[in-house]
């Protein structure tokens, strides 16, 4: 999809009839795109879809009374003048009754393409989605074929190539290109021996790139955790240290982080003071929206304020919260473009049909002294390294996770041993001050960070998990 | 546009761009509408369902199925997808059929309503909202309390090349209160939830009497100890059992996933899971189910089929092709989240019929175990036939007895296991169906209800 394809930003096209007609501050998130899916059957093509041509614009209106702002907002999919006039006027209805405390809003100015640097186009999708996808299908499949007792059971690629556009009544207008690519594989382990039943690793991950070469560099693996699950056993029951990886942490840091360190939970009085203490000392995070390839990155939050770097946790103390436009001004703090349009509870690959809140981008953990994946086990006596959850269920309103372990290993003698499997591991990430906590427990954290999704990290040991197991 | 049926001229135009191309094509369009008040103490905000529209084509190109999509139902739009996916299929029409039988139903049909979502309009809704929130503050200690009250209307047309002409709209009404306390830093929060297919009536259930209760129960958490873990006896509340019938044994059951080698369950159907007692259903026409349907997304009838038929597993929930496939009809379970979405087999409403247990007898029948109560979650594994559910709190079992509250647990272990080890079902009294969605792996979400009375079995136990 080019740029001359896509036509002009959305939200300008709808900016244009709001401008002069309705009263400021407005503002307009507009979103065009294509989307293409391969969905496997095993190792064939079960189904083709694409192109999905999705246009769509979320119009919100700020209307002050006394002490509150009336907030009002649409979304919808018709860029006819009278498709945005009945919009504006639901959201203008919405806006009467509508209230948050802030008697202004600090919606961005300024005009301007991309940032340099912010690497967000997988730009052979975006040539030729529907060859490049099948390109990578195919090469997907050609690595897990010749595996005795191995087989792809389900799975998909699903790519979209998205136009974002952001205007509002202060004359900003902005837009940027991105692919977002979501990959869904379960790998099958069966044959024999005797008695072992079927065993699955799935892969579910977001990148902005066809992570082609990322395959090619994790198949092995996923192909030897499907083989060992076979044999897995139940975990055990107790305390533990537990070691999490990237790809566990990236269910549970952004969500309830996210939220907790928000001028959203900040205004419900949930969010941790700046200057408190929430973790332990070797605990460096920060907020990164201008990450290369990150799934959270963009050149602008979905406000249109310029994104950048902001630290969040400093040698384990809150260092700072995270302000979109109306939280900012509630609480007359500067604006950290931490807006972001998302379901609540689910990823999309299309965000105009949401208001934003306050949430973080990428977040980036600083790399400890823990060493490499071996050296950060080796005191280990008694452990587990979990691989994967079901599901953790991040809640960002309790700060609690918890779920069954998918794929795991015992940790004993300071080697990985036995595969697990079943059972749960789970508990507060945060919590009051002098409550247990997992960012309070931290053992150690490994040297080596890699990225997952919206989430740059090391492996990290916690000590004393409660593992339910048989 | 007053009904999508305004729109048919121009999706059978576009439908006839295809059909020289493929043996089999269809159209579903869709839009939905609906409004939704939230409100805490800091901030009330209305918003509208988002006004999308639009329509997604499916066709046979001899080998699998293709499909384009697209926003907006004016005839250009409508056609640019059509000769997109003409553009996909082959020149020559090809000897394969598509798999299964094609629906060629005609029917209207739409949600019995008691009272419309329309004599709710925003202003009413945020003065009712604000009444629950009140109900909550009113017990001294509870810090805010989050209130969330929405209709929405999703509407489909769905047309094809085998005669099929379905429209139908369904009304879905939900409401949720959520008192939350603090202490020291430690925050805690009970939720109240009410869902239905149907109208405003569905909020009756939402009574002072049970949003006090709720916020005393979130106070309460804050002084609750860690829950015991490891294996053990466990009770799990309405809402949590039909939680399990849908993602611990449920998704086993969608014929898609046996027809891929990646159901625990393909071996044993036919055979004894569970007692005697025990019968799980899923069930599209329930009455008010949140899932409910009329017509799936291939056409097919919503039907009542039984999963588990005392204690024996006697069926699968089919699409056309898993029906082909193994010899049996559609069952009615092929459902898109939207018109953006691929369409899969799912459940609908799916639950644990009751039986005869009161909950003081699985109490004493426990002894020592926990007590599960307000399901928040689970995730499938079709493949190897664990469990994963989590709940917001519970209540320790000691010598038989219903002891102290705990805080939020999870729940895992193998399903087979699991039915095996159902000592009891309770009775009709305790019966909830409840409102949630449910996602195929961790995408296209869609409204799925669930049901269930008290059951009495085993499993791990741990924090969440």
Same mark, same amino acid.
């Given at each position: 999809m080019s740029?001359a394809e896509?036509?002009p930003?959305v939200?300008s096209?709808?900016?244009?009839?709001?401008r002069?007609?309705?009263?400021?501050?407005?503002?307009?998130?507009?979103?065009?795109?294509q989307?293409f899916?391969?969905?496997l059957?095993?190792?064939?093509?079960?189904m083709v879809r694409?192109p999905?041509?999705?246009?769509?614009?979320g119009i919100r209106?700020?209307?002050?009374?006394?002490?509150v702002?009336?907030v009002?907002?649409s979304?919808?999919?018709?860029?006819?003048?009278?498709?945005?006039?009945?919009l +504006?006027a639901?959201a203008e209805?919405?806006?009467?009754y509508s209230?948050?405390?802030s008697?202004?809003?600090?919606?961005?100015?300024?005009?301007g393409?991309?940032h340099p640097?912010?690497e967000?186009?997988?730009r052979r999708?975006?040539?030729?989605p529907t060859?490049?996808?099948?390109?990578?299908?195919?090469?997907?499949l050609?690595l897990l074929?010749g595996?005795?007792?191995?087989?792809p059971?389900f799975?998909s690629?699903r790519?979209?190539l998205?136009?974002?556009s952001?205007?509002?009544?202060?004359?900003?207008a902005?837009s940027?290109?991105h692919?977002?690519?979501?990959?869904?594989?379960a790998?099958?382990?069966?044959?024999?021996p005797e008695g072992?039943?079927?065993?699955?690793?799935?892969v579910n991950r977001?990148?902005?790139?066809l992570?082609?070469?990322?395959?090619?560099? &994790?198949v092995?693996g996923?192909?030897d955790?499907a083989?060992?699950?076979r044999?897995?056993?139940?975990?055990?029951?107790?305390?533990f240290?537990?070691?999490?990886?990237?790809? +566990?942490?990236?269910?549970?840091?952004?969500?309830?982080?996210?939220?907790?360190?928000?001028g959203?939970?900040?205004?419900?009085?949930v969010?941790?003071?700046?200057g408190s203490?929430?973790g332990?000392d070797?605990l460096?995070?920060?907020?990164d929206g201008q990450?290369p390839?990150g799934?959270?990155s963009?050149?602008?939050?979905?406000?249109g304020?310029?994104t950048?770097?902001h630290?969040l946790i400093?040698?384990g103390v809150?260092?700072?919260?995270?302000?979109?436009a109306l939280?900012s001004?509630a609480?007359?703090?500067p604006?950290?473009?931490?807006?972001?349009r998302?379901?609540?509870?689910?990823?999309s690959?299309?965000h105009?049909?949401?208001a934003?809140q306050?949430?973080?981008s990428?977040?980036?953990v600083?790399?400890?002294?823990?060493?490499s994946?071996?050296e950060?086990?080796e005191?280990?006596?008694d452990?587990?390294? +979990?691989?994967?959850l079901?599901?953790?269920?991040?809640?960002?309103?309790s700060?609690?996770f918890?779920g069954?372990?998918?794929?795991g290993?015992?940790?004993?003698n300071?080697?990985l041993?036995?595969?697990?499997?079943?059972g749960?591991v789970?508990?507060?990430?945060?919590a009051?001050?002098?409550e247990?906590?997992?960012?309070?427990?931290?053992?150690?954290?490994?040297s080596?960070p890699?990225l997952?999704?919206?989430?740059v990290?090391?492996?990290?040991r916690?000590n004393g998990?409660s593992?339910?197991?048989a | 546009?007053h009904?999508?049926?305004d729109?048919?001229?121009d999706?059978r135009?576009?439908?006839?761009?295809v059909e020289?191309?493929t043996r089999?094509v &269809?159209v579903?369009?869709?839009?939905?509408?609906?409004?939704?008040v939230?409100l805490?103490?800091?901030?009330t +905000?209305p918003?509208?369902?988002?006004?999308?529209?639009?329509a997604v084509?499916?066709?046979w190109?001899?080998?699998?199925w293709?499909e384009t999509?697209?926003t907006?139902? &004016?005839?250009?739009?409508?056609?640019?997808?059509?000769?997109a996916?003409r553009e996909r299929?082959?020149?020559?029409?090809?000897e394969?059929?598509?798999p299964?039988?094609a629906?060629s139903?005609?029917?209207?049909?739409?949600?019995?309503v008691?009272r419309p979502?329309?004599?709710?309009p925003?202003d009413?809704r945020v003065?009712?909202?604000? =009444?629950?929130?009140?109900w909550?503050l009113?017990t001294?200690?509870?810090?805010?309390?989050?209130?969330?009250?929405e209709d929405?209307?999703d509407?489909?047309?769905?047309l094809?090349?085998?005669g099929?002409?379905i429209?139908?709209?369904?009304t879905?009404?939900?409401?949720?209160?959520a008192?939350?306390a603090?202490e020291?830093g430690?925050?805690e929060?009970d939720? #109240?939830?009410?869902g239905a297919a149907g109208?405003?009536?569905?909020?009756d259930e939402?009574t002072?009497?049970?949003v006090t209760?709720?916020a005393?129960?979130a106070l309460?958490?804050l002084?609750a100890?860690?829950?015991?873990?490891?294996?053990?006896?466990?009770?799990l509340?309405s809402g949590?059992?039909?939680?399990f019938?849908?993602?611990s044994?449920?998704?086993g059951? &969608?014929?898609?996933?046996?027809l891929?080698?990646?159901s625990?369950l393909?071996p044993?159907?036919g055979?004894v899971v569970g007692?005697e007692s025990?019968t799980?259903?899923d069930d599209?026409?329930?009455p008010?189910?949140w899932g409910e349907i009329?017509?799936?997304d291939?056409?097919?009838?919503?039907?009542k089929t039984?999963?588990?038929?005392?204690g024996r597993?006697?069926?699968v #929930?089919h699409d056309r092709?898993?029906?082909a496939?193994m010899?049996?009809?559609?069952t009615?379970? =092929?459902?898109r989240?939207d018109?953006?979405s691929?369409p899969f087999?799912?459940m609908?409403?799916?639950?644990v019929?009751?039986?005869?247990?009161s909950?003081e007898?699985l109490?004493?029948e426990?002894?020592?175990?926990? #007590?599960l109560?307000?399901a928040?979650s689970g995730i499938e594994?079709?493949?190897?036939?664990?469990?994963?559910?989590?709940v917001?709190?519970g209540?320790?079992?000691?010598?038989?007895e219903?002891?102290e509250l705990l805080?939020s647990m999870? #729940?895992?272990?193998?399903?087979?296991?699991?039915l095996k080890?159902?000592?009891?079902?309770?009775r009709r009294?305790?019966?909830?169906s409840?409102?949630?969605?449910c996602g195929?792996g961790?995408?296209?979400?869609?409204p799925?209800?669930?049901?269930g009375?008290?059951l009495l079995s085993?499993?791990v136990?741990?924090p969440?």
């Amino acid at each position: 999809m080019s740029s001359a394809e896509a036509g002009p930003p959305v939200a300008s096209v709808v900016a244009e009839e709001l401008r002069g007609r309705v009263e400021p501050p407005w503002e307009v998130f507009g979103e065009r795109a294509q989307h293409f899916e391969i969905h496997l059957n095993g190792p064939s093509v079960e189904m083709v879809r694409g192109p999905i041509a999705l246009t769509g614009y979320g119009i919100r209106l700020f209307r002050p009374r006394e002490k509150v702002m009336g907030v009002g907002f649409s979304a919808g999919s018709d860029t006819a003048p009278a498709s945005i006039g009945r919009l +504006v006027a639901g959201a203008e209805a919405n806006a009467r009754y509508s209230s948050f405390p802030s008697s202004g809003v600090n919606l961005p100015s300024g005009n301007g393409g991309a940032h340099p640097g912010a690497e967000l186009i997988d730009r052979r999708l975006w040539a030729d989605p529907t060859t490049a996808l099948s390109d990578a299908v195919e090469s997907l499949l050609h690595l897990l074929e010749g595996r005795p007792g191995i087989a792809p059971s389900f799975g998909s690629l699903r790519a979209s190539l998205v136009h974002t556009s952001i205007a509002n009544s202060t004359g900003l207008a902005r837009s940027y290109e991105h692919t977002v690519v979501d990959s869904e594989v379960a790998v099958k382990a069966f044959g024999g021996p005797e008695g072992a039943a079927p065993g699955e690793y799935w892969v579910n991950r977001r990148d902005r790139q066809l992570p082609t070469e990322a395959f090619r560099g &994790e198949v092995d693996g996923w192909c030897d955790r499907a083989e060992r699950m076979r044999r897995a056993d139940s975990p055990p029951n107790g305390a533990f240290p537990v070691v999490l990886p990237p790809p +566990v942490l990236v269910d549970v840091l952004p969500a309830i982080l996210g939220f907790r360190l928000s001028g959203a939970a900040r205004l419900r009085k949930v969010a941790p003071a700046v200057g408190s203490r929430i973790g332990v000392d070797s605990l460096t995070i920060s907020d990164d929206g201008q990450l290369p390839f990150g799934s959270g990155s963009a050149p602008f939050d979905d406000e249109g304020a310029r994104t950048s770097r902001h630290p969040l946790i400093r040698a384990g103390v809150v260092a700072h919260l995270l302000y979109d436009a109306l939280h900012s001004a509630a609480f007359d703090s500067p604006h950290t473009a931490s807006a972001w349009r998302a379901p609540a509870f689910f990823s999309s690959w299309f965000h105009f049909p949401f208001a934003p809140q306050p949430a973080c981008s990428n977040l980036v953990v600083e790399p400890g002294t823990g060493g490499s994946d071996a050296e950060l086990i080796e005191g280990i006596d008694d452990g587990l390294w +979990v691989d994967q959850l079901g599901y953790a269920f991040p809640d960002p309103l309790s700060g609690a996770f918890g779920g069954e372990i998918r794929a795991g290993y015992r940790i004993r003698n300071g080697k990985l041993a036995e595969p697990v499997r079943g059972g749960t591991v789970g508990g507060p990430l945060v919590a009051g001050e002098g409550e247990p906590s997992f960012l309070s427990s931290i053992g150690a954290i490994g040297s080596h960070p890699t990225l997952v999704a919206d989430l740059v990290c090391p492996p990290i040991r916690f000590n004393g998990v409660s593992v339910a197991g048989a | 546009m007053h009904s999508l049926r305004d729109a048919e001229a121009d999706l059978r135009t576009a439908l006839l761009h295809v059909e020289p191309r493929t043996r089999y094509v &269809e159209v579903m369009a869709e839009r939905s509408r609906g409004l939704r008040v939230r409100l805490d103490k800091n901030a009330t +905000v209305p918003e509208a369902t988002p006004h999308l529209a639009g329509a997604v084509f499916r066709a046979w190109d001899g080998n699998r199925w293709v499909e384009t999509a697209t926003t907006g139902l &004016e005839g250009a739009s409508l056609e640019k997808a059509a000769l997109a996916l003409r553009e996909r299929l082959p020149s020559t029409l090809g000897e394969r059929a598509p798999p299964g039988d094609a629906a060629s139903h005609k029917a209207d049909r739409s949600t019995r309503v008691g009272r419309p979502p329309s004599e709710l309009p925003v202003d009413a809704r945020v003065d009712y909202a604000r =009444t629950l929130h009140q109900w909550g503050l009113a017990t001294p200690g509870i810090e805010n309390v989050f209130v969330a009250v929405e209709d929405r209307e999703d509407e489909r047309f769905f047309l094809s090349s085998a005669g099929a002409n379905i429209h139908q709209r369904i009304t879905r009404v939900r409401g949720s209160v959520a008192p939350l306390a603090l202490e020291n830093g430690k925050v805690e929060y009970d939720f #109240l939830v009410v869902g239905a297919a149907g109208g405003l009536e569905v909020l009756d259930e939402l009574t002072q009497t049970n949003v006090t209760e709720s916020a005393r129960t979130a106070l309460a958490l804050l002084q609750a100890k860690s829950p015991p873990t490891g294996q053990m006896p466990v009770i799990l509340d309405s809402g949590t059992t039909g939680t399990f019938a849908h993602e611990s044994f449920g998704h086993g059951t &969608e014929a898609d996933q046996l027809l891929r080698d990646r159901s625990y369950l393909k071996p044993i159907l036919g055979e004894v899971v569970g007692p005697e007692s025990l019968t799980i259903v899923d069930d599209g026409a329930y009455p008010r189910g949140w899932g409910e349907i009329f017509f799936d997304d291939e056409g097919h009838p919503a039907q009542k089929t039984v999963l588990v038929d005392k204690g024996r597993f006697v069926e699968v #929930l089919h699409d056309r092709e898993s029906a082909a496939a193994m010899g049996r009809r559609p069952t009615g379970n =092929t459902r898109r989240a939207d018109f953006l979405s691929r369409p899969f087999v799912r459940m609908t409403n799916t639950y644990v019929e009751p039986r005869d247990f009161s909950l003081e007898e699985l109490v004493q029948e426990a002894k020592d175990g926990v #007590l599960l109560e307000r399901a928040t979650s689970g995730i499938e594994d079709p493949m190897g036939g664990n469990m994963q559910l989590k709940v917001k709190r519970g209540r320790r079992i000691v010598r038989g007895e219903l002891g102290e509250l705990l805080p939020s647990m999870a #729940l895992s272990g193998r399903v087979l296991d699991f039915l095996k080890a159902i000592k009891g079902v309770g009775r009709r009294e305790y019966f909830t169906s409840d409102s949630g969605y449910c996602g195929k792996g961790h995408t296209d979400i869609l409204p799925t209800g669930t049901g269930g009375s008290y059951l009495l079995s085993e499993a791990v136990v741990g924090p969440a």
